[in-house]
């Protein structure tokens, strides 16, 4: 019922004028410096290549930063407490846009197209399942 409802919305909205064929496709991979990967405990640190490094210093080239496996409350805790790439891990987040925060922003990238185009792709697929 969920599907039959959500393919009835959007043939009764999608070619109206009332609302905007928006979508959030690509919402910025940072939402401001604070929520930068980097700055967050990681115990993968590594180019693509599988050379491991360590985060004295930013790297230079291709890399991945992440974490691995589990760890327990107090060795993540430790963790956060620790820098990474010279930062400190940041704590509190004040949320994407900030008051006084001439860096907070929250960008995101529409196309009508796509909206349209994987509409589309939605209602062939609900014929197919149909």
Known sequence: ETIQQS???LNDN???THLKPWNAFFSGSGKGQASLPF????????YLNGTSFNDDMFP????LVGFE??????????LLSQRHFGEKTPIDFP???PRGSPTGFFPFWSSDAYTY????LAFAK???IK
């Open 7 to 9: 393919v009835k919305w």
């Open 14 to 16: 999608i070619l109206g």
């Open 39 to 46: 700055w967050y405990p990681a115990n993968r640190k590594e």
């Open 60 to 63: 230079d080239g291709l890399f």
């Open 69 to 78: 496996g589990t760890l327990s409350d107090e060795q993540y805790n430790i």
């Open 95 to 97: 949320g994407f846009n």
């Open 117 to 120: 185009s994987t509409t589309m």
């Open 126 to 128: 609900y014929l197919k």
